[in-house]
């Protein structure tokens, strides 16, 4: 049996998710070998209304004893969405990917919807996990606090600036040096304070040129410091990338071992120097969840 990574509960590990449309033999046999630590059949906007009937079939079929594969499915509210759940849910995918949520809301009615299905196909109530592309309607950025407590199901989200930039009429999303415009930049980072609010993992949206692997490499650098824990990826090229970005450095691991002996050193100490910085206990927190993330992933190899 193929595993992409571990258990989808410890979402910590998930450096890596493959899209993968869900109309194409082709790229769904060679996904597998990619080394990403999840994949993502997409129903959604890579594949044609024409052949999505078939795709379903077709990702039914794929997901069928794999483990940490996730579905995209269509919006709530199309008529796809009843169809693409019926689909996969009886082949028990680690989870839905859900597109284009108008606020968390969407995301407490998939999960209703979910709990229906898994009980007609026995699938355990709960089984099937939920990740949320958050930001790509301008009236959900407006609602982002929303996703505390919404469902137990909820593992992580994440956002997406080519939706949003239609929506608001924008004819780019970066500028010339390719960092984000503002307006996506602020997306991003209402992402990430959302996933933090709602005690879920956050996970960065798709670089679009995916042959740039030295941009891809700094972004993903800078994409973990800002508190990503991992990352989408659209193309095989860029998944030892992503994972090689998203796994703490033996230079970050060794730093943060110091901070954690030196507490344990000075146990009354609510502040300590180290090379001249000063450190107190955000830094120790900080320092402990980053070696509990290199254990992880370490253990999942
Ligand atoms: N998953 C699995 N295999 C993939 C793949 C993917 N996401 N993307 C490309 N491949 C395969 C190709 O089929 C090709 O295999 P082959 O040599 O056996 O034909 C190989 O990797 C090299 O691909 P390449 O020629 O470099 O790219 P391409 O021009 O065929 O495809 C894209 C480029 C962008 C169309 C393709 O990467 C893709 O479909 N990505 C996913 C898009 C998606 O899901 N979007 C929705 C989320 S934003
Ligand atoms: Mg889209």
Redesign the pocket.
């Known amino acids: 049996m193929q595993t992409f990574g571990a258990d989808a509960e410890k979402a910590e590990m998930n450096r890596s998710f493959?899209?993968?449309?869900a109309d194409?033999e082709?790229?769904?046999?060679?996904?597998g070998d990619?080394g990403a630590d999840a994949?993502?059949l997409?129903l959604?906007?890579?594949v044609t209304p024409e052949v999505r009937a078939e795709a379903r079939l077709m990702a039914s079929a794929y997901l069928r004893g794999k483990q940490n594969v996730w579905v995209?499915i269509n919006p709530l509210e199309s008529e796809d969405c009843s169809a693409d759940l019926e689909a996969v849910i009886p082949s028990a995918p680690t989870g839905i990917v859900l597109p284009k949520a108008r606020s968390a809301d969407d995301a407490g009615a998939l999960s209703r919807r979910i709990d229906e299905l898994e009980q007609r196909h026995g699938i355990e109530q709960g089984q099937t996990r939920i990740i949320v592309l958050c930001t790509e309607r301008p009236e959900a950025l407006f609602t982002l606090g929303g996703y505390v407590g919404v469902t137990e199901r909820l593992l992580a989200l994440s956002w997406?600036a080519?939706d949003l930039s239609a929506a608001i009429g924008a004819s780019a999303t970066r500028d010339e040096q390719g960092s984000w415009l503002p307006t996506f930049e602020m997306a991003r980072s209402l992402c990430l304070l959302a996933a933090a609010a709602a005690e879920v993992t956050a996970i960065d949206t798709?670089f679009?040129d995916?042959?740039d692997t030295e941009g891809l490499l700094r972004y993903a650098e800078g994409a973990r410091r800002h508190g990503f824990s991992g990352m989408?990826?659209?193309?095989?090229?860029q998944v030892a990338v992503i994972n090689t970005a998203f796994e703490p450095s033996t230079a970050e691991i060794e730093h943060a071992e110091r901070i954690v002996d030196l507490f344990d050193a000075n146990p009354g100490a609510g502040t300590i120097g180290l090379d001249g910085k000063m450190i107190d206990r955000p830094h120790l927190a900080q320092a402990k969840r980053l070696l509990e993330r290199a254990k992880q992933i370490r253990n999942n190899k």
Do not use: Y
Request: proline share 6%.
């Open positions: 493959l899209f993968v449309p194409s082709r790229k769904m046999k060679k996904a990619a994949l993502i997409d959604e906007d890579s995209r997406g080519e798709v679009t995916f042959r989408l990826a659209i193309h095989p090229a």
